[in-house]
């Protein structure tokens, strides 16, 4: 068998760690493609020298994760293409850092960056008139004669979504989904603050000003477009 250098003997770590490991470095190394059938739980037990229990939790941990598809029947395969589940383990480990508000603030403003840089390279007329219909959802929901605090969250939401979709990139479109889940209470308050600041104008025209730099490539904007872009969101998470 071909993915039988991977299969060493276990020792020193939590043993399921360290199948974890094993198996996820085969994967990364190549040993194991998409696709690929792993060895059955005989053969993981007794090349590692391993319980069958512990075989087991670590297939479910990386079946958890995205990583492996069980098919009764057939076996525990490679999973094949992009699962949002694989994210969980880095996203989780962010959002428990002891200052994980302001470094995910961090995180997103770096995306963003990304994000403007290929939506500019990928955009194309469809796509734009998607980006400014989002634009104009944003902005009825801003005029409304009462203000409903979550309906400009789900069309800012929205608006930042189609900028990703642009990308084609389905990582980016997990991180960001992500991303927007575990932010959603600190994002109400920045919302909350622009209203009662008097300051929906400038919400709206750092919106416009995301768009902009896209539907004009004007890449040397970027950086500065994306720090203001935030401003409000920093303020409520320090």
Not at 53 to 63: D, F, G, P, Q
Not at 204 to 218: G, I, P
Request: proline fraction near 1%; charged fraction near 30%; glycine fraction near 6%.
């Amino acid at each position: 068998m071909a993915t039988e250098s991977f299969l060493k003997e276990i020792g020193g770590k939590s043993v399921v760690e360290q199948i974890v490991d094993n198996v996820t470095n085969a994967i990364i190394n190549g040993e194991l493609k998409p696709g690929d059938k792993i060895p059955t739980e005989n053969e993981l037990c007794v090349t590692m020298g391993v319980g069958r229990n512990s075989v087991r939790e670590a297939i479910k941990i990386l079946e958890a994760y995205g990583v492996l598809t069980i098919k009764r029947a057939e076996g525990t395969f490679v999973k094949q293409g992009f699962d949002s589940k694989m994210l969980y383990p880095v996203l989780y480990g962010i959002i428990l850092q002891k200052d994980s508000a302001n470094q995910i603030v961090e995180l997103r403003k770096v995306i963003d960056v990304g994000i403007l840089q290929l939506a500019i390279d990928k955009l194309e007329l469809e796509s734009l008139h998607k980006a400014e219909q989002a634009m104009k959802k944003l902005e009825q929901k801003l005029a409304a004669a009462n203000v409903d605090v979550n309906a400009i969250f789900e069309a800012d939401t929205a608006f930042h979504r189609v900028l990703v979709a642009i990308t084609e990139n389905e990582l980016l479109e997990g991180i960001c989904s992500y991303v927007d889940q575990i932010t959603k209470k600190s994002r109400l308050k920045a919302i909350e603050k622009f209203i009662n600041d008097k300051a929906t104008e400038q919400f709206l025209l750092m919106h416009r000003e995301m768009l902009r730099v896209v539907k004009e490539k004007d890449r040397a904007k970027i950086n500065e477009v994306v720090e203001n872009h935030y401003q409000y969101w920093e303020k409520v998470t320090c």
